[in-house]
T-cell receptor, first 115, second 115 residues
Framework: DTGVSQNPRHKITKRGQNVTFRCDPI?????LYWYRQTLGQGPEFLTY????????KSRLLSDRFSAERPKGSFSTLEIQRTEQGDSAMYLC?????????????FGEGSWLTVV | AQSVTQPDIHITVSEGASLELRCNYS??????LFWYVQSPGQGLQLLLK??????LVQGIKGFEAEFKRSQSSFNLRKPSVHWSDAAEYFC?????????????FGTGTRLTVIP
């Protein structure tokens, strides 16, 4: 068990460019989550997968954001036409199936800076 | 809808002193409750969680938290703080309702430890 792995850890991009982040969850976890955290705030839920199915999306996830989990293992989060307001840390997390009370384990996050 | 309030943005304590971080939640029933810790630039690590049963919950690193239904609170405590405890602490709630799959976080409390 190597934990939730995210890469790249840091990304600096120019406004208008596209970026993609990858998340590898804990191997036996079939649930995968994406959160966004801006400076001075707590994490905010973006979206959630159970296996390859994207079951829930927050209103924070605008049309420029797309998340996939094609084989029910790793996931990608793509941001198109980045804006300065997208600068944040993007956290991936995973958990076992069951009620939300199951512990959600977080990765170390991917920092995005849009200049 | 759930919400979490952490009234203290920043707390400073001396090493060896006791600590209490406050967390109040808003939810129509008893939620799942969590405390996470985040070191600078890192992801979140689970300290402890409350699902049901004993309202005093023990966690890692010598932390404990007490669920008080009458006060809608889940305060985190530690009897003697170590310099390595300096970090950001987040309280989070999860709904028990079927289909609820994410956590709502407070804005965090930053802990500074003075030698």
């Amino acid at each position: 068990d190597t934990g939730v792995s995210q890469n790249p850890r840091h990304k600096i991009t120019k406004r208008g460019q596209n970026v993609t982040f990858r998340c590898d969850p804990i191997s036996e976890h079939n649930r995968l989550y994406w959160y966004r955290q801006t400076l001075g705030q707590g994490p905010e839920f973006l979206t959630y997968f159970q296996n390859e199915a994207q079951l829930e999306k927050s209103r924070l996830l605008s049309d420029r954001f797309s998340a996939e989990r094609p084989k029910g293992s790793f996931s990608t989060l793509e941001i198109q036409r980045t804006e300065q307001g997208d600068s944040a840390m993007y956290l991936c997390a995973s958990s076992l199936p069951g009620p939300v009370g199951n512990t959600i384990y977080f990765g170390e996050g991917s920092w995005l800076t849009v200049v | 809808a759930q919400s979490v309030t952490q009234p203290d943005i920043h707390i400073t304590v001396s090493e060896g002193a006791s600590l209490e971080l406050r967390c109040n939640y808003s939810y129509g029933a008893t939620p799942y409750l969590f405390w996470y810790v985040q070191s600078p630039g890192q992801g979140l690590q689970l300290l402890l969680k409350y699902f049901s049963g004993d309202t005093l919950v023990q966690g890692i690193k010598g932390f404990e938290a007490e669920f008080k239904r009458s006060q809608s609170s889940f305060n985190l405590r530690k009897p003697s703080v170590h310099w390595s405890d300096a970090a950001e602490y987040f309280c989070a709630v999860g709904a028990r309702q079927t289909g609820a799959n994410n956590l709502f976080f407070g804005t965090g409390t930053r802990l500074t430890v003075i030698p």
